[in-house]
C-alpha cells in the first residue's frame, strides 16, 4: 500500500507539472513573447516559443527523473542499512 | 422513447465490438498456441522457479480478433470508413514489426524507426485535426509540428507498452485500464466511432488477460504488445484526446523512460547484463542491488519488499487505474473548459 501511495504520489506530480507546462508553453509563452512578433516577425517568435517550449519538457523531464530516482535510492539504501542492522533476517 | 433510441445509437456499436473483440480473442488463442507450440515458438517465463516454456506470439489472435471486429464497427459507422481504415492499417503495420522483431533480430534502434511507420496510413489518409484541445487553453493550432508528433506518438506508445511486457498479465492488466480511459474520454467528445474502436480493443485485451494473468499459458509477445501500444497511440489521434491518452499511459511511459534515463540509450530487455528483478529461492522476487542495473516501474515496486509476481502486476494495474482516473478529469477539464 506504502509503495502505490508513494508511487501515486510520484504520478500526480508528472501530470500537476505535465499540465502546467503546457499551460505556459501554449498560454502564457505566446502572450509573453507577442510584443516580439511586431518587432521581429512571426517566425522568429515561434522559434523563441519553441526553444523555450524545449527547455521547459527538458527541465520537466529532468524533475520527473530526480524526483523518481532518488526516491528508489533511498528506499534501497534504507533497506540495505536495516538488513546490515539485523544481519540474522 | 427517442432518448433510448439514441442512446442505443450511441452504445450499442461499442458494445457489440467489445463482445465481438473479446468473443474472436478468446476463441482464438488456444488453436494459434497450439500452432506456436507445435512450431517451437516457445519462450521461457524466467520469472518461475521452474521456468516453463510458454507458447510465443499468441498476440496473433487479439490482433485478429481486434481487427474482425473492427469490420462491425465499420457496420454501424459507414462514413468513417477512412478512420478505421487508418487505424487497421496503422496498427497491422506495427505489427508486423513485431512479428519481424520475434522472428528476426530487428535491434533497439532500428525497432522504434520501423514503429513510427504505423503513423503513415493516418498520415496519407489525413484522419487527424492538428488542433489538438488542452486543459485550461481550449484548442491549439499546431499545423507544422502535429504531423511528426503523430510518427512520435504511435513509436512512443507502442515501444512503452511493449517495455511493461514484462509479467503475467502485466500488459494485459496495465493498457486494458488505459483503454478504458481512451472508451470514457472518447465518449465525453462524442467520438463514438473511435469510441467502438477502443471498445474493440478493450474486449481483445480482457480475453487475452485471461490467458496471460498469473500463471500465463500464453505470452502476447512484440506482435501483440507493440500492436497493442501502437493501437492506443491511433486511438488518442483519430478519437482527439491526446493528452488524456499520454495520462493514461503514464505507468507505460514512466517504466520506458525510467529505463532509457538510466541506460542512457534504447536497449533490448536480453542485451542488458545486469537484470533490474532477481527471484529468490521461495518463488517471490526481489529488486536487484546491482546500481548498473536498469531502473523499471517493477524495480522501484519492489523497492520496499519482495513481492509475488501477481503483487506486483496488481500494483501496476493499481498505478494504471489511477492514471486512468486523471486521464478522465483530463479530459473534463477539456471539455467543461
Known amino acids: ?89 | 422513447m427517442a432518448g433510448e433510441a439514441d442512446l442505443l445509437e450511441t452504445y450499442l456499436p461499442a458494445a457489440s465490438a467489445l463482445i465481438v473483440g473479446f468473443a474472436l480473442t478468446f476463441l482464438l488463442i488456444p488453436p494459434i498456441s497450439k500452432i506456436m507450440r507445435k512450431h517451437g515458438i516457445v519462450g521461457t517465463d524466467v520469472h518461475k522457479l521452474d521456468r516453463p516454456l510458454i507458447p510465443e506470439m499468441c498476440g496473433l489472435a487479439l490482433v485478429i480478433g481486434v481487427t474482425a471486429s473492427t469490420l462491425v464497427v465499420g457496420f454501424f459507422y459507414r462514413d468513417s470508413i477512412l478512420k478505421l481504415l487508418a487505424f487497421v492499417s496503422a496498427t497491422l503495420i506495427v505489427a508486423l514489426v513485431g512479428a519481424l522483431d520475434r522472428l528476426t533480430t530487428i535491434g533497439p534502434r532500428l525497432k522504434p524507426v520501423l514503429t513510427a511507420f504505423g503513423a503513415i496510413p493516418i498520415l496519407l489518409l489525413s484522419v487527424y485535426s492538428p488542433r489538438p484541445s488542452l486543459p485550461f487553453i481550449g484548442v491549439t493550432r499546431l499545423t507544422i509540428i502535429y504531423p511528426i508528433l503523430i510518427l512520435v506518438a504511435i513509436a512512443v506508445t507502442a515501444n512503452s507498452a511493449n517495455m511493461l511486457d514484462v509479467f503475467n498479465g502485466s500488459l494485459t492488466g496495465t493498457c486494458s485500464v488505459a483503454t478504458i480511459a481512451i472508451v470514457v474520454c472518447t465518449f465525453l467528445v462524442g467520438r463514438v466511432e473511435i469510441a467502438a474502436l477502443a471498445a474493440a480493443l478493450l474486449g481483445g485485451l480482457a480475453a487475452f488477460h485471461i490467458y496471460n494473468r498469473y500463471p500465463a499459458k500464453v505470452f502476447l509477445s512484440d506482435v501483440g504488445s507493440l500492436y497493442t501500444g501502437a493501437a492506443i497511440g491511433s486511438l488518442a489521434i483519430l478519437g482527439h484526446v491526446e493528452v488524456a491518452a499520454v495520462t493514461a499511459m503514464m505507468p507505460q511511459i514512466m517504466n520506458a523512460f525510467y529505463g532509457l534515463a538510466k541506460v542512457g540509450r534504447l536497449y533490448e530487455r536480453k542485451e542488458i547484463s545486469a537484470r533490474p528483478i532477481k527471484i529468490l529461492p521461495d518463488g517471490r522476487l526481489a529488486a536487484s542491488r546491482d546500481p548498473s542495473a536498469p531502473v523499471t516501474l517493477s524495480r522501484m515496486i519492489l523497492a520496499r519488499s519482495p513481492l509475488k509476481e501477481y503483487e506486483i502486476t496488481r500494483h501496476m494495474v493499481a498505478l494504471s487505474s489511477v492514471s486512468a482516473i486523471l486521464a478522465i478529469i483530463t479530459q473534463l477539464l477539456i471539455v467543461w473548459w
Open chain 1, 1 to 89: 500500500m506504502r509503495t502505490i501511495t508513494d508511487l501515486t504520489l510520484i504520478l500526480l506530480f508528472v501530470w500537476i507539472t505535465m499540465l502546467a507546462s503546457l499551460v505556459v508553453i501554449f498560454a502564457a509563452l505566446p502572450f509573453l513573447t507577442s510584443k516580439l512578433t511586431t518587432e521581429l516577425g512571426r517566425l522568429l517568435e515561434q522559434v523563441i516559443v519553441a526553444g523555450l517550449a524545449t527547455i521547459i519538457g527538458l527541465v520537466w523531464l529532468t524533475m520527473w527523473r530526480e524526483l523518481a530516482f532518488r526516491y528508489f535510492s533511498r528506499i534501497l539504501t534504507r533497506n540495505v542499512e536495516r538488513a546490515h542492522a539485523s544481519p540474522d533476517t
